[in-house]
C-alpha cells in the first residue's frame, strides 16, 4: 500500500478490501456500519481506560478504516466533505456559542 494515497483513495482501497473479505456480500444497513464506526470508538475507550496505548492506536485506526469503508461504499469524496465542513467551522463563533 503506497503511503501517499488521498483520503478518498483510502476509502475506496478500504471498501475494496472489505469486499474481497467477504463484509458485502449483501447489501448492508446504513445504520449497521454505522454503529461498527461506534463499536470501535468504544473499543479504544476501553483501550485507553485500561491504559492499553497500542491497542488504542489500532482501534482508532480501525475507527477510520470503516468509515473509510463506508464511504467508499458510498461513494463519499471524505477529502472534499472534510475541508468544506473544516471552512464552516471556520465562520463559527467560540464554541459554537454554547457553555461547552
Known amino acids: ?3 501517499n494515497l488521498t483520503l478518498s483513495e483510502l476509502s475506496k482501497e478500504a471498501h475494496q478490501i472489505a469486499i474481497e473479505k467477504g463484509f458485502w456480500d449483501k447489501e448492508r444497513p446504513i445504520v449497521e456500519l454505522l454503529m461498527l464506526c461506534v463499536t470501535e470508538l468504544s473499543e479504544a475507550c476501553e483501550a ?3 491504559g492499553d496505548e497500542e491497542n488504542f ?3 482508532i485506526a480501525d475507527t477510520f478504516i470503516r468509515l473509510f469503508d ?3 461504499a458510498l461513494e463519499i469524496d471524505i477529502e472534499y466533505e472534510i475541508k468544506k465542513k473544516m471552512n464552516i467551522n471556520k465562520t463559527r ?6 457553555r461547552y
Do not use: A, F, I, Q
Request: charged content about 45%.
Open 57 to 59: 492506536r489500532e482501534e
Open 93 to 98: 463563533p467560540y464554541k459554537h456559542g454554547k
Open 1 to 3: 500500500m503506497k503511503s
Open 70 to 72: 463506508l464511504c467508499g
Open 48 to 50: 485507553d481506560r485500561h
